[in-house]
């Protein structure tokens, strides 16, 4: 454990300019896009307050004539660097800027013209795993590492079934390095204006920015230099046909469905850390069972409560049980 010295060092050093980043360039299906179709912030510091209109899509931002076309079903690479740097001489994000990523959608008329204020909703996550390894929450896997093991690029895959036109797509990294108390968090977030093609009909219900988080949510407000068990990623589930990578394992992503797990809780001790996709089935309640590590029971779920063989429901917390 670090003592209460260093932790000041290192949160001094983390609140400078040290670490700032921007999500800048687009990749589509491994093409690189540059920055077409970004609306790149102005500079690289970071929002701090959840109830301002700059959540949505970076204020200091604006529209940009260009716009990504994306397939359904196809992968578009989000590129985030701390300058107009591409090189991997540097981190992505550093200064010890440990958390999430995730990755938003929101159907839009035009995305060229829109203003961030029609919902959201949540089609990738990277957020924390435990590092059987580490002394605390510092220590652990988290998606900002991923960014920065990756020079600075996370894959998402676009949901096969999503309904074809535009959209903005909101990237966003939470520093947790100063979040142990309430305004400490700090979010990074660009918006790409992109046109879906092909897919199917689906336009999931979202959320508004700013509305979706409060300052006190327990994936915002956290002292991540504890030993941490669980992490609770702000915001909402992933939907139906989205991902979330596993934190530290580079390629392993879970397939999500309706009900999936906003916690991601540490494996006991006795086991190790998935290492290869994980699909999650959503059959109805009574007749299903919920796979290793998904969700099966907690106030206001209603999803499968029984477990697949060599696994039981773990209580991790009154609103979240888990199989494992």
Known sequence: ????????GLAALANGVVGHATF??????GQDQ????????????????VTSNDIRCNANSGPVAGKCAVPAGGTVTVEMHQHNDRSCSQEAIGGAHHGPVMVYMSKVS???TAD?????????????????SGGSGSDDFWGTKDLN?????????????????????RAEAIALHAAGSAGGAQFYVSCYQITVTGGGSNNPAGVSFPGAYRASDPGIQINIYTNLNSYVAPGPAVIAGGTEAVAGKAGSTVTAAPGAPQTTA???????????ARPVTSAAPGGCAAQKYQQCGGTGYSGCTTCVSGTTCNTVNPYYHQCL
Do not use: E, H
């Open 1 to 8: 454990m670090k003592s209460a010295a260093v932790l000041t």
């Open 24 to 29: 800048q360039q687009l990749w589509v299906n």
């Open 34 to 49: 540059g920055t077409t179709c970004v609306r790149m912030p102005n500079s690289n510091s970071p929002i701090t307050s």
């Open 110 to 112: 035009n995305a060229a």
């Open 116 to 132: 961030g204020s029609t919902p959201f909703f949540k089609v990738f996550q990277d957020t924390w795993a435990k590092n059987p």
């Open 149 to 169: 093991t990756n020079c600075g690029k996370m894959d998402v895959r676009i949901p096969s079934n999503l309904a074809p036109g535009d959209y903005l797509l």
């Open 266 to 276: 540490a494996p006991p001790a006795q086991s190790t850390l998935v290492t290869s």
